[in-house]
């Protein structure tokens, strides 16, 4: 019995415990699956369009920029084996519309401006 008593103590223990999940996208994580943007990578001199796919993959840049995503609120998380990211997360500003601009900056090309499609 106390065999039982302490697996349901354990049981109950766990249920309580809060889940570890990701926190839901952001209103503009949500425009930016959505409809894409337009990368301009300052120190490169290129600029180029990325789109992101449902099943969590991207792809920009003429299929020269490609890899997975995954989202935690306003951190858009990626990775990418051409430019040696690996769940690199960039804090995207909240309260983006299609047109708008910000900046990020990715350790390995530096300053990123990217304007929502």
Do not use: H, R, W
Request: aromatic share 6%; with cysteine; glycine share 10%.
């Amino acid at each position: 019995m106390k065999i039982t008593k302490s697996l349901l103590a354990a049981a109950v223990a766990l249920a309580a415990t809060p889940a570890l999940a990701q926190t839901a996208p952001s209103d503009t994580i949500t425009l930016v699956l959505e409809k894409g943007v337009t990368m301009s990578v300052a120190q490169m001199g290129i600029t180029g369009d990325v789109t992101y796919k449902p099943d969590g993959t991207f792809s920009g840049f003429d299929g020269q920029y490609e890899g997975t995503y995954k989202v935690d609120g306003t951190k858009l998380c990626l990775t990418s084996a051409a430019v040696g990211q690996d769940n690199t997360c960039f804090d995207y500003p909240t309260g983006q519309k299609s047109g708008d601009k910000f900046k990020i900056t990715d350790p390995n090309v530096g300053e990123i401006e990217i304007t929502v499609k």
